[in-house]
């Protein structure tokens, strides 16, 4: 019986556990390498004439099953899982360009996002022109001869600005332009690109899809076709492909991630309307709170507005670096989607790379915070915040 809602997706696709000793969770095929039975067969298989295993870097039963598991999250025709968010964001974009070609970019994105299309530049004169892309004028505005791709983070990590898919997408169909969008911090639970007429997602499977924090792991989500000139190249050739083990931790994170999200979700949204109205913070930017002005598209676009808060406190860098030093549960430390509620700041960790200027464009103020909220109860998330922040 094929799965109707997206919550049983999650957790259900290993069905042919006879091949398994019944077993109800998949095992994990930790092996380098796969016999053929003779050598014709090894040759057919080769070939690309006879299915089956050869070898772990080009394809692995456990990869296979988060791959397959993936796509469905994601309403795409096939998934292929990498060693880490960067390098499926990298394979996917090193297979849609090449020297010479343009692509427009969300205003922010992930700092080694930013660090790769820099070198990309600096290597193959791939030019990025990151613009707000709040209308079709500043598309247009920005449009060259040569742009191929439109690459989005929505929400953006860290400043929370979302981009209109239904505007993006039309823009990139009337000018032949693949829609490329980066979906970590949504997760396919809250947002299924896909559904909206992206050609291609990535995660970072890092974050809320592993769930833990135990795993580093990405994953990108596209047409048959496409994804099948990312495996031959960027993935066979490059190798940045994902372990057994690794992709056995996903499938085992999946299962619980329609829970986890509910409450992160939930927890989140206290969280924000009680920072909102801490007098020592100055803004907060949550896709959830009605005065955040892009309110408007959570709501058309996401079934809920996530688990990732930034805020500024009064006081700069300084104020913020106190702020953080006082917590005494939540966590400092870079990533997401775990667990445990943490804490880091932007402009000196995940966006480091990114210099001051261009920072200061996308808005990454040295006064902002990121809070990845968790999965522990709300009032003892705020009650570390609140001391931290009062100072008392
Ligand atoms: C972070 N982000 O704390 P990996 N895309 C997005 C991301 O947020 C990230 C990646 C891709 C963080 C990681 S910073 C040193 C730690 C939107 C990662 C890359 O390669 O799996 O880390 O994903 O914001």
Redesign the pocket.
Known sequence: MMPVKKETGYIHGHEDKERHYGSLVPPIYQSSTFTFPDAESGEARFAGNEGGYMYSRLGNPTVREFEERMAKAEGGEKALAF???????SAVLTSLLKSGDHVLVSKG?????FGLLSWLYDRFQVRAAYISMENEADLEEHLQPTTKVIYV?TP???TMKMTDFSLITKFAKEHNLTVVV?N??ASPYLQRPLERNADVV??????YLGGHGDV???VAVGNFDFMEVVRKNAQKDMGGVLGSFESWLLLRGMKTLAVRMDRHCSNAKVIAGKLKNHPQVESIFFPGDPDFNQYYLAKKQMDQPGAMISFTVKGGKEAAFNMMNRLKMIAI????GDAET?V?H?AS???AVIPEAEREFMEIGDNML?L?VGLEHHEDIWRDLEQALTGE
């Open positions: 060693a880490s968010g960067m390098a499926a964001v994105v992930y700092g080694c996002t983070e953006i990590n860290p980066d970590t911090f990535v995660h970072s499977a890092t974050k580093i792991a990405g430390a870079v990533s997401l943490l880091q932007p960790m995940t966006h990121r990845s």
